[in-house]
């Protein structure tokens, strides 16, 4: 089994800034593609961005130039640093990964999402 946990999440006031954090564990042989997704109520979930495991991004064009997506492969985590937010980024931001165990099954997985809440 594998699973992803998130944490970072809060309420910010607009202008300022969250680091989100997402976790990978359990029997991993590797973990490739990790991203980030947002669902805003009455919303559908959106891509916020996504990084392969080199370090190719790829960003919503409502987060560029404020968002980074980064990811250390020693630890399995990857991060999401959210500057310049926006009451429009009020969401719960959920984690991605594609994982590989160790008996080399792969698994699209989610986190349980974190609450993100900018105010006005």
């Known amino acids: 089994q594998v699973q992803l946990v998130e944490s970072g999440g809060g309420l910010v006031q607009a202008g300022g800034s969250l680091r989100l954090s997402c976790a990978a564990s359990?029997?991993?042989?590797?973990?490739?593609?990790m991203g980030w997704y947002r669902q805003a109520p009455g919303k559908q979930r959106e891509l916020v961005a996504d990084?392969?495991?080199?370090?190719?991004?790829n960003y919503a064009d409502s987060v560029k130039g404020r968002i980074t997506i980064s990811r250390d492969n020693a630890k399995n985590t990857v991060y999401l640093q959210m500057n310049s937010l926006k009451p429009e980024d009020t969401a719960v931001y959920y984690c991605n990964a594609r994982i590989i165990t160790v008996r080399l099954s792969t698994y699209d997985t989610w986190g349980q999402g974190t609450q993100v809440t900018v105010s006005s």
């Open positions: 990084i392969t495991r080199d370090g190719s991004t």
């Open positions: 359990g029997s991993i042989f590797i973990v490739n593609a």
